[in-house]
């Protein structure tokens, strides 16, 4: 079955350490996309990529970092610089980047940085 | 700018009862609207979304929803609610020119569902 595979499931990290969320899908989805959920809140856009090798930040972008090397992967970098960054994370994507598409989600890795 | 408004932050119902959720939206233009389900520590599933046409929709799981335009409203229904319709519901707006990952999501409201 097609669909978006995040892992880990649960990661913990050091402050100050740098971490990568693994994100792949197998959907032939264009447009892959990254937010932050928070207890309460509804999602945040951190980044997005409509294409290979492009990619644009979204509402929350400070102290991420991503690449698009490939359709099928797009990893998300939480660096030190973040302020806050334990959080759940979900890597989404759309069959196109633009009129109206619905989102797939993967099931999300969840973040906790002490 | 576009905004989603979910009012209700928790709602409890009985198993067997009716269920409405609510949703408001601000948008400019003609919105492309969506209702996803949450359940806990999960990703988010698509219930049903409303591109143009009729305002009512259809979706998975029994739910529906009905878009007015006057009330800016697009309110999620289902009849009956069972056990596993328990989780957390995101109500979302986005416009033509506008990437999907670029929607704007509520804040969520959790259902609770009593036996």
């Known amino acids: 079955d097609g669909g978006i595979t995040q892992s880990p499931k649960y990661l913990f990290r050091k402050e100050g350490q740098n971490v990568t969320l693994s994100c792949e899908q197998n959907?032939?989805?264009?447009?892959m996309y990254w937010y932050r959920q928070d207890p309460g809140q509804g999602l945040r856009l951190i980044y997005y990529s409509q294409i290979v090798n492009d990619f644009q930040k979204g509402d929350i972008a400070e102290g991420y970092s991503v690449s698009r090397e490939k359709k099928e992967s797009f990893p998300l970098t939480v660096t030190s610089a973040q302020k806050n960054p334990t959080a759940f994370y979900l890597c989404a994507s759309s069959t196109r980047a633009g009129v109206g598409s619905p989102l797939h989600f993967g099931n999300g890795t969840r973040l906790t940085v002490t | 700018a576009q905004s989603v408004t979910q009012p209700d932050i928790h709602i409890t119902v009985s198993e067997g009862a009716s269920l409405e959720l609510r949703c408001n939206y601000s948008y400019g233009a003609t919105p492309y609207l969506f209702w996803y389900v949450q359940s806990p520590g999960q990703g988010l599933q698509l219930l049903l979304k409303y591109f143009s046409g009729d305002t009512l929709v259809q979706g998975i799981k029994g739910f529906e929803a009905e878009f007015k335009r006057s009330q800016s409203s697009f309110n999620l229904r289902k009849p009956s609610v069972h056990w596993s319709d328990a989780a957390e519901y995101f109500c979302a707006v986005g416009g033509a020119a506008t990437n999907a990952g670029k929607s704007t999501f509520g804040d969520g409201t959790t259902l609770t569902v009593k036996p």
């Open positions: 959907l032939n989805h264009d447009a």
